[in-house]
C-alpha cells in the first residue's frame, strides 16, 4: 500500500513542479516529503545529497552530477521494500500495448466514433 500511496506523492510532485515551471515559478518541495517518496519508490537512487533533486532524477527529470542520467525505461519499486532484489527494474515490455475491441483509428474504447 504504502508503494501506490508513493507513487501518488511522486506523481503530484514532479508533475507539480512541471507546471510551476511552465508558469514561470518553481516548486518549494519539503526535503523530508521528497526524501520518504524517493527512498520508498527508487531505494537505489543516491541519498548522499539533496532529495529533490534525487527524486527528479530518479524520475527522469534532471541530471544528478555523479550518476548516469535515468533512461525513458525507468520504472519504480512499489512493491514492498522487502522485495526490492537490489537491481535497478528498467521497463522493457517486448509485447505491444493491447488494444480495446473497437479502439481502431477514429473509435474510442467503447467503440463509439468521435463527434
Known sequence: MTGFLAMGCSEILVHGCDACLGLGFGLLVPP???A????????WAPGDGA?????LW???????PGHRRVGPDWVWHCAPLDEWDGTIPTWRDPSPAPVMPGAAAGHGA???TPG
Open 32 to 34: 523530508d516529503l521528497a
Open 36 to 43: 520518504r517518496v524517493c527512498q520508498r519508490l527508487f531505494p
Open 51 to 55: 532529495p529533490w533533486p534525487a527524486l
Open 58 to 64: 530518479a524520475n527522469g527529470r534532471v541530471e544528478l
Open 110 to 112: 467503447d467503440g463509439s
